[in-house]
């Protein structure tokens, strides 16, 4: 049991909330995992999630991601989409840092900002949490939540670098309730992780729903509701956004069947035209001097995977047409470069090739060598690549070389270059 519950791979997390009471025991969790869409996903199920009828007091649905560009690390953790407050952040963060250091446990930062979240949704009583699978993958603390505790647990796009993962991450889902736990798949995956994932499902005795992968007609069909029609879509313009719908309304599909919630189709009709529904494509204007407060117009879009490289590609080939563009770019090692690049990247835009920092308390994480991405650049698809050594520098080069244009430069590769950047924006703002 214990390679379920995660005490051989997170001993020490598992000991710090073993000693604050185990809050993690206490909470009924919706577990979103994926390469792609994972927020959509969550966002829907919590919009919806707080307003199951209308005379009833109000549902406290908290949320836990790593996997936003734009957050402090205290804007991960959220109940009804309000960030948890820096003052109680931080006085739980102490709290535990003080255990930590009693135990000599020595966590790193994000099982401590994990387990922030899970005693701050114990201590508000949320009725439900949504718990995203970042992708530290298997070393993600967030899958040290017992099967038991588990509802359901829904997968979107997955990448097949990500593949592996999911299918150890599925033999957690089930846990002490094998007749009660349910997968549900985005039918848009690719044949063989759909295959791999239903054997896998089959061999842990977890029940599986394929979500339906047409793209023929904007329909959801539910147990519950019927057939809904679905006229507007999130990112109206892109079409594949009717796969993560689906996804999010089979979880909601069950836990009414399963009698979980109650939500009628005209409340659930009502969600799907209110929810604020995030983008992936961020607009910075980027100050990369303190002193002078110059800045440079920017296009963020972490584009990780290669469906998400061709929505980034889309969207650039339908704004800018032929026009060159300048991209900065840096890989996390271990993917694989050509599906990321493939889309984007032509003869006549410009390349500079950067490496990101290392990431705190993820040092498995790390960035592609610069010189291997450039020589890869270069030969497959421009001339126009230069290479710089860090963030820092690159702004520099642009303004020396005059590649500063009225179209922004666009930042992609890798959510660690993005949340690297972001992270050096604020700093150099002014006071």
């Not at 519950?5 to 020490?12: E, L």
């Not at 908290?62 to 952040?89: H, P, V």
């Not at 000599?104 to 114990?122: G, H, I, W």
């Amino acid at each position: 049991m214990d390679g379920i519950n995660g005490r051989q791979t997170f001993p020490r997390i598992n000991r710090l909330l073993g000693y604050v009471g185990n809050p993690q025991n206490s909470l009924t969790i919706l577990h979103i995992a994926g390469t792609n869409g994972k927020e959509t996903v969550s966002t829907f199920l919590t919009s919806i999630l707080q307003h199951p009828e209308p005379q009833r007091q109000r549902i406290l649905v908290g949320r836990y991601t790593t996997s936003f560009l734009l957050n402090a690390k205290e804007e991960d953790i959220s109940i009804n989409n309000e960030a948890i407050s820096l003052t109680e952040y931080s006085r739980i963060e102490r709290e535990l840092i003080e255990v930590d250091r009693s135990l000599n446990l020595q966590c790193n930062n994000l099982e401590l900002l994990t387990s922030v979240a899970l005693v701050y949704f114990a201590e508000k009583s949320c009725q439900w949490c949504i718990i995203e699978t970042g992708s530290t993958g298997r070393q993600d603390p967030a899958n040290i939540i017992a099967g038991q505790n588990r509802i359901c647990c829904a997968i979107t796009n997955v990448g097949i670098s990500d593949e592996a993962f999911l299918c150890k991450f599925l033999s957690q889902i089930t846990g002490n309730r094998p007749n009660k736990a349910i997968c549900l798949l985005d039918g848009s995956n690719d044949e063989f992780v759909r295959n791999t994932i239903t054997k896998r499902c089959h061999d842990v005795g977890c029940r599986l729903k394929i979500t339906d992968p047409s793209l023929n007609k904007c329909n959801v069909r539910t147990d519950s509701w019927g057939t809904l029609e679905i006229h507007h879509l999130p990112y109206n313009e892109e079409e594949y956004q009717i796969f993560n719908l689906r996804v999010a309304i089979a979880v909601l599909d069950f836990l009414n069947k399963e009698e979980k919630i109650s939500i009628s189709k005209d409340q659930l009709s009502k969600g799907l035209i209110s929810v604020d529904w995030p983008r992936s494509l961020h607009r910075l204007d980027y100050c990369y001097e303190s002193s002078s407060g110059k800045k440079i117009a920017l296009l963020l879009d972490n584009a990780n995977n290669a469906k998400a490289a061709r929505n980034l590609a889309c969207h650039l080939r339908a704004k800018y047409g032929g026009t060159p563009l300048t991209f900065v770019i840096a890989i996390t090692t271990g993917k694989k470069v050509p599906p990321l690049l493939d889309p984007l990247i032509r003869p006549q835009d410009h390349v500079i090739v950067t490496r990101f920092g290392s990431v705190a308390g993820m040092p498995w994480i790390q960035s592609l060598e610069p010189v291997n991405l450039f020589a890869f650049i270069k030969h497959r698809y421009t001339r126009n690549v230069d290479m710089q050594p860090d963030l820092q520098s690159v702004w520099t080069f642009l303004e020396t070389t005059g590649l500063k244009t009225v179209v922004p430069v666009i930042v992609c590769g890798s959510l660690y270059i993005c949340k690297e950047l972001l992270r050096l924006h604020n700093c150099h703002l002014p006071v």
